[in-house]
């Protein structure tokens, strides 16, 4: 009697708290895609169409901001559900959406890899950086990774399927299983493992590089206060970018890490053993998932907070489309004299 009221309390714990998040993703998901594609619209439109274009670096980050909003569309169509428009539970659309997630979340963070990389070589030979951080290399490595991404994830296609019993999208195809269980541990790895241990690795380089450097510009500071000369200025201007790109793959990492902890432990469980699922483990995967949607969705933010650059163009970006707006007719009216003014020079 005493363990099946303690099993009862506990799934009525679970229900309660399973209901918590339910809630939380009801009301959270169409803000964070709302203001996450908004914000990454933003994004391409500074990365691309200003100054910043002539940056290796604006070239990762907007193609960033591309996958990212592929992968918040496939958020949102999945959150339709909860509103009882679901597109995504179909035939056809089952198929189309787990391969856009597939692609989108492998792209992401293969490109947050290559420009914390790309960091990396800038911080550590900065006089070479000229020669290998170059825009047409960047946008050489973002072809080759999204080249990549439509081959490996392609066969998610294959694999998906409506399942009969319960109306679900995922993996429910039997003539594919013995193939399904493996793609989706490689792609653990693949998506997950490889490019989160780089991203630790080098974003501690890169931690130690600019510690360097504020020690060695302190130090001159102090010895030019001493001796009452000026100041040295910033012998490295990209610091402040590299500051900026540390932060995003930082946040990216640990909004990321939970999900690929839980998902190695729910695979493990998987290959291990087919009992269904502990509560704990439902709970703490919904709970990651949700830190795992946001982290396509906030980059904008981290812009406007640690990018000075980036600020700068947004300001000039929409100050000069309101200052054209509301000139726009006076600047018809003078263009429309000096057209007038050179044909009656051109008369006489």
Same mark, same amino acid.
């Given at each position: 009697?005493?363990?099946?009221?303690?099993?009862?309390?506990?799934?009525?714990?679970?229900?309660?708290?399973?209901?918590?998040?339910?809630?939380?993703?009801?009301?959270? @998901?169409?803000?964070?895609?709302?203001?996450?594609?908004?914000?990454?619209?933003?994004?391409?439109?500074?990365?691309?169409?200003?100054?910043?274009?002539?940056?290796?670096?604006?070239?990762?980050?907007?193609?960033?901001?591309?996958?990212?909003?592929?992968?918040?569309?496939?958020?949102?169509?999945?959150?339709?559900?909860?509103?009882?428009?679901?597109?995504?539970?179909?035939?056809?659309?089952?198929?189309?959406?787990?391969?856009?997630?597939?692609?989108?979340?492998?792209?992401?963070?293969?490109?947050?890899?290559?420009?914390?990389?790309?960091?990396?070589?800038?911080?550590? !030979?900065?006089?070479?950086?000229?020669? !290998?951080?170059?825009?047409?290399?960047?946008?050489?490595?973002?072809?080759?990774?999204?080249?990549?991404?439509?081959?490996?994830?392609?066969?998610?296609?294959?694999?998906?399927?409506?399942?009969?019993?319960? @109306?679900?999208?995922?993996?429910?195809?039997?003539?594919?299983?013995? !193939?399904?269980?493996?793609?989706?541990?490689?792609?653990?790895?693949?998506?997950?493992?490889?490019?989160? @241990?780089?991203?630790?690795?080098?974003? @501690?380089?890169?931690?130690?590089?600019?510690?360097?450097?504020?020690?060695?510009?302190r130090t001159l500071t102090i010895e030019s206060d001493v001796s009452n000369e000026r100041a040295p200025r910033d012998r490295m201007p990209q610091t402040k970018v590299t500051k900026m790109l540390l932060l995003v793959s930082s946040a990216f990492f640990c909004?990321?890490?939970?999900?690929?902890?839980?998902?190695?432990?729910?695979?493990?469980?998987?290959?291990?053993?087919?009992?269904?699922?502990?509560?704990?483990?439902?709970?703490?995967?919904?709970?990651?998932?949700?830190?795992?949607?946001?982290?396509?969705?906030?980059?904008?933010?981290?812009?406007?907070?640690?990018?000075?650059n980036f600020r700068r163009e947004i300001v000039h970006m929409f100050t000069k489309c309101s200052s054209t707006r509301r000139n726009g007719p006076l600047v018809q009216m003078a263009n429309h004299g000096k057209q007038c003014g050179r044909h009656l020079i051109?008369?006489?």
């Amino acid at each position: 009697m005493i363990a099946e009221s303690n099993s009862t309390i506990a799934n009525e714990f679970f229900y309660e708290i399973n209901g918590f998040f339910q809630d939380i993703q009801r009301y959270y @998901t169409p803000i964070l895609v709302f203001l996450g594609l908004l914000g990454n619209c933003i994004s391409v439109f500074v990365f691309f169409g200003t100054k910043l274009r002539y940056s290796s670096s604006s070239i990762y980050l907007g193609a960033l901001a591309i996958s990212d909003s592929g992968f918040l569309m496939t958020v949102f169509v999945s959150w339709l559900k909860m509103v009882h428009m679901d597109l995504f539970n179909r035939q056809g659309f089952c198929q189309f959406f787990i391969y856009l997630a597939s692609l989108c979340s492998f792209l992401s963070v293969w490109f947050v890899v290559a420009f914390t990389v790309e960091r990396y070589v800038a911080v550590r !030979w900065p006089l070479r950086r000229q020669f !290998w951080c170059t825009v047409a290399r960047a946008k050489m490595i973002v072809i080759g990774f999204t080249t990549l991404a439509v081959l490996l994830t392609s066969p998610v296609v294959v694999f998906s399927k409506i399942s009969e019993n319960s @109306t679900d999208c995922g993996y429910f195809d039997k003539e594919w299983e013995s !193939w399904a269980v493996p793609y989706n541990i490689i792609d653990t790895v693949v998506t997950f493992a490889v490019p989160l @241990t780089i991203i630790v690795i080098f974003n @501690t380089l890169i931690a130690r590089n600019i510690y360097k450097l504020d020690h060695i510009r302190r130090t001159l500071t102090i010895e030019s206060d001493v001796s009452n000369e000026r100041a040295p200025r910033d012998r490295m201007p990209q610091t402040k970018v590299t500051k900026m790109l540390l932060l995003v793959s930082s946040a990216f990492f640990c909004l990321n890490m939970p999900a690929f902890v839980f998902r190695v432990i729910a695979v493990d469980n998987n290959v291990h053993d087919n009992s269904r699922s502990v509560m704990w483990l439902i709970l703490a995967q919904q709970m990651s998932q949700l830190l795992f949607d946001t982290s396509f969705g906030i980059n904008f933010i981290l812009y406007c907070v640690s990018g000075q650059n980036f600020r700068r163009e947004i300001v000039h970006m929409f100050t000069k489309c309101s200052s054209t707006r509301r000139n726009g007719p006076l600047v018809q009216m003078a263009n429309h004299g000096k057209q007038c003014g050179r044909h009656l020079i051109t008369q006489l």
